[in-house]
């Protein structure tokens, strides 16, 4: 992990905001706050920050509109973003990793959970050690350049899939249970739930349109990345 890294807080409350920023201060990380999505958008053309903790319910803009646009541009598409929310049913949270999340906290939380989960998002985005190129069926992940092509042909992929592709690609053939996935994609999951998981493959299978139906679902076990997908056994529906 970078030293200091810079973590914007858009939050409209300011007793939580200044909470959250002493606690992110005295903790090793340099705490940018923003009230409304204006500044935020203003505070990141500044200066893009190393991580967003994104509160969902804002003046004007929502954080779940603001987590898909920076999701797609490109200065940002690589940001981790942490969704605060006092929402907390699974159909809000999945919208919230669907948006573009890269976690979820629910309100009330307490700072050392915040913390955790900061840095937990942070270890995921550290770049990865460059290791081999790794080709299958036409698919190709390049672990140096973050690049992943099918028969030439550029893919796009959050942060988190290109993880997980790693991964898959890495030990193709092989079910891994979302249990598994967790400890070897996430790295620390004490305060991730398996659907996570669920969200992020639904993920990458959109990514991986072009390439066919080559993460499977396994029944009561998990997932697995094949160079032969079954024809016409949807495993995308599967799991929808
Ligand atoms: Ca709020």
């Known amino acids: 992990?970078?030293?200091?890294?810079?973590?914007?807080?858009?939050?409209?409350?300011?007793?939580?905001?200044?909470?959250?920023?002493?606690?992110?201060?005295?903790?090793?990380?340099?705490?940018?706050?923003?009230?409304?999505?204006?500044?935020?958008?203003?505070?990141?053309?500044?200066?893009a920050p190393d991580l967003i903790l994104l509160d969902w319910m804002l003046p004007g803009e929502s954080g779940l509109t603001l987590a898909k646009r920076w999701r797609n541009d490109p200065r940002t598409k690589d940001t981790p973003i942490i969704m605060l929310t006092a929402r907390g049913d699974e159909a809000d949270r999945v919208a919230g990793l669907d948006a573009g999340a890269d976690d979820y906290i629910a309100k009330p939380f307490s700072t050392k959970e915040l913390l955790a989960r900061v840095r937990a998002v942070?270890?995921?985005?550290?770049?990865?050690?460059?290791?081999?190129?790794?080709?299958?069926?036409g698919l190709c992940l390049d672990p140096s350049t973050h690049r992943v092509t099918f028969e030439g042909q550029p893919l796009k992929l959050g942060p988190t899939e290109f993880k997980l592709l790693n991964y898959l690609m890495g030990h193709a053939e092989r079910v891994h249970s979302r249990a598994q996935l967790l400890d070897k994609v996430w790295g620390d999951h004490v305060y991730i739930e398996e659907r996570t998981v669920d969200v992020h493959v639904k993920r990458l299978?959109?990514?991986?349109?072009?390439?066919?139906?080559?993460?499977?679902?396994?029944?009561?076990?998990?997932?697995?990345?094949?160079?032969?997908?079954?024809?016409?056994?949807?495993?995308d529906k599967a799991s929808a």
């Open 1 to 47: 992990m970078r030293n200091m890294p810079a973590v914007l807080v858009v939050e409209d409350e300011s007793a939580i905001a200044e909470l959250i920023a002493v606690n992110l201060r005295h903790n090793g990380f340099r705490p940018r706050w923003a009230m409304d999505s204006e500044s935020a958008q203003r505070e990141i053309d500044a200066s």
């Open 122 to 137: 942070l270890r995921r985005r550290a770049p990865e050690e460059a290791g081999e190129v790794i080709t299958i069926a």
């Open 205 to 235: 299978r959109e990514a991986l349109t072009v390439a066919g139906p080559m993460v499977e679902t396994v029944r009561g076990a998990g997932y697995r990345l094949t160079a032969k997908p079954a024809i016409a056994v949807s495993a």
